[in-house]
């Protein structure tokens, strides 16, 4: 086992792992940008060394500064999180090359699944439902059009290197297809140094769930369940659960076992997500592997009760999956709403700001995951998100009531911060929500 973790990381998700690397005994290093220097969290972990100044990519983006980092304070491996450098196989490559071990996928896996055209490849290789489109990447206008009529418009270009919600343009004709074609290249090519793009069929209001997927490295490979993500603004996640309620149980079966098959055809190992929607007649699609831990894994670890990121570490140090797939059993409801310090009136503008009065709420099947006190200064550098508040209870309606309680009872003050907390109570009061008739464009069609 490691003696030494350095979690590559900031925020809440680096208090996660430094919780998870106490639990078992393990060291800790954290890095931190000059914009973090002082944020309580830095005290928890055995060591603190600072990566740059505050922007993203003189710091947490730095790979050598990272290296370097881990390297001086005797790290064995280091814990990427997620955003940053969690999904860039170079930092993985990196990283094992100088002797320290990646905690997350092998390169290899990292690579292919990276790239959505090969991922839909392995996908379809796995037998995993595809949405309809086009076999690998567009090489001219005239194969568009035909691809396009084949499947029927809408269609949707994609670039096959994109992420995060970029690089997804919408044709609904011929037309507009022509155009969109070009101007999706371009910008591709600008926003990923890839101007490969793809087709897909645009699924009419579709839901987004998720499979959450855990292998060692071994040959075992497990699912642990599904989340529901339809609750999205701007493909940014605001609320997610686990189990995705009025799922069909032969569905979610399925969907289940296709993302363990195309986690085991594509050589994965580590803790990672598939990514599915749903269209209105329950039938999934594959969509994306995202490899990597993510913000919404504490849903699935209060329905399983298996601490995942424990479990990436376990993985990453070569031991063996501790239970099989009948052992993972799903029971009771838990649902995470993300708290951002946005400001909705300013069309959900980051407010930065330091936090002056903080109610945190509690009682039972209350979890909070935050890095944030009275006095933190909200950075302008980084992510809006301060904390993720979340709920485990018997039933659906019994956490939704909960997570109501515990918003009310939330109070983050302080001059000039505004938060998500508004929002995501009218979201969970809204009767769309309630009977989970929702799908991935209702909070923006609403609000
Ligand atoms: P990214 O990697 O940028 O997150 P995804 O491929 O995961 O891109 O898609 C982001 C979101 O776009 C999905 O969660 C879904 O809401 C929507 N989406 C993606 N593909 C389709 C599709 N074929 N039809 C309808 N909506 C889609």
Not at 145 to 153: D, F, L
Not at 194 to 218: C, M, S, T, W
Not at 257 to 271: C, D, I, M, P, Q
Not at 293 to 311: F, N, S, Y
Request: net charge negative.
């Amino acid at each position: 086992m490691f003696q030494r973790i350095l979690v590559a990381n900031r925020g809440e998700i680096a208090l996660r792992v430094i919780r998870a690397c106490q639990e078992l005994g393990i060291g800790t290093v954290a890095v931190f940008s000059e914009a973090d220097r002082g944020a309580h969290y830095l005290d928890l972990a055995d060591e603190a060394i600072c990566i740059g100044p505050a922007s993203s990519s003189e710091s947490y983006l730095k790979i050598e500064h990272i290296i370097a980092a881990a390297e001086l304070s005797e790290a064995q491996a280091i814990h990427p999180g997620y955003g940053f450098l969690a999904e860039n196989y170079d930092f993985a490559e990196q990283c094992r090359d100088s002797g320290i071990e990646f905690i997350g996928p092998p390169q290899e896996a990292m690579r292919k699944l990276g790239d959505k055209v090969e991922a839909r490849k392995i996908a379809m290789e796995a037998k995993v439902p595809v949405v309809p489109g086009s076999d690998g990447l567009i090489t001219s206008e005239e194969e568009a059009v035909r691809v396009a009529n084949e499947i029927g418009y809408p269609v949707l270009i994609k670039a096959t290197a994109g992420g995060g919600g970029k690089g997804i343009r919408p044709a609904t004709d011929e037309k507009s297809l022509r155009t969109e074609l070009k101007a999706a290249s371009a910008e591709a090519e600008k926003a990923f140094k890839n101007a490969g793009v793809y087709i897909e069929k645009f699924v009419q209001k579709p839901r987004h769930v998720e499979v959450q997927v855990l292998a060692d490295q071994h040959g075992n490979a497990v699912h642990l369940w599904e989340r529901d993500c339809t609750m999205q603004r701007k493909h940014q996640k605001l609320i997610e659960e686990s189990p995705a309620p009025k799922l069909p149980e032969n569905v979610r079966l399925e969907m289940c076992e296709a993302a363990t098959r195309l986690v085991r055809t594509s050589g994965y190992f580590n803790a990672g997500t598939v990514e599915f929607i749903v269209d209105q007649d329950n039938n999934f699609y594959f969509i994306e592997v995202n490899a990597r831990i993510q913000v919404e894994h504490p849903v699935t670890e209060m329905v399983t009760g298996i601490d995942l990121i424990r479990q990436q570490i376990l993985v990453a140090a070569g031991e063996k999956l501790s239970f099989t797939q009948d052992e993972i059993t799903s029971t009771g409801c838990s649902i995470e709403v993300r708290i951002n310090a946005e400001d909705p009136d300013q069309g959900f503008r980051g407010c930065p700001g330091t936090i002056t009065d903080l109610i945190i709420p509690g009682g039972l099947g209350v979890r909070f995951d935050s890095h944030v006190y009275t006095g933190y200064r909200i950075s302008p550098h980084y992510d809006s998100m301060i904390g993720k508040l979340i709920v485990y209870k018997p039933t659906r309606e019994e956490a939704i009531a909960c997570m109501l309680r515990a918003l009310n009872e939330f109070r983050i003050d302080g001059p000039g911060i505004k938060t998500t907390i508004p929002l995501a109570k009218k979201i969970l009061m809204h009767s769309v929500f309630r009977n989970a008739e929702g799908d991935t464009k209702f909070v923006e069609r609403t609000w």
